[in-house]
């Protein structure tokens, strides 16, 4: 199983990016997976930012990400991007995605729910 995220960089604040993670090696289908995007900045703990397919089939998104982040999937092609609009200082972080069973996260995003993890991507906002 391999999770490989990509489209992190250096952007100004009140820019955008998109961040893409590739799926592969899964045993299901990628839709019957509960999928995650999570950052960690440096000297704090990792949080959810945006969840997909959990609780019953509903989004989740952090106080954080909420109205400018977009969790989207595309099954057949096992994608999961992340789009990430007016971009904030305080959204520097390494960005990971994560993939888990279903049952896992039905009670929320949690990174504890999610069983496999892909190398996080790096995202820089300047003032």
């Known amino acids: 199983v391999q999770l490989q995220a990509s489209g992190g960089g250096l952007v100004q604040h009140g820019g955008s990016l998109r961040l893409s993670c590739a799926a592969s090696?899964?045993?299901?289908?990628?839709?019957?997976?509960?999928i995650g995007w999570f950052r960690q900045a440096p000297g704090k703990e990792r949080e959810a930012v945006a969840c997909?397919?959990?609780?019953?089939?509903?989004?989740f998104y952090s106080d954080s990400s909420k109205g400018r982040f977009t969790i989207s999937r595309d099954n057949a092609k096992s994608t999961v991007d992340l789009q990430m609009n007016n971009l904030k200082p305080e959204d520097t972080a390494n960005y990971y995605c994560?993939?888990?069973?279903?049952?896992?996260?039905?009670?929320?995003?949690?990174?504890?729910?999610?069983?496999?993890w892909g190398y996080g991507t790096p995202v820089t906002v300047s003032p």
């Open positions: 994560a993939a888990g069973p279903k049952w896992r996260s039905r009670y929320g995003c949690y990174s504890h729910g999610m069983d496999y």
């Open positions: 090696g899964f045993t299901l289908e990628l839709k019957y997976y509960a």
């Open positions: 997909n397919n959990i609780m019953g089939g509903q989004t």
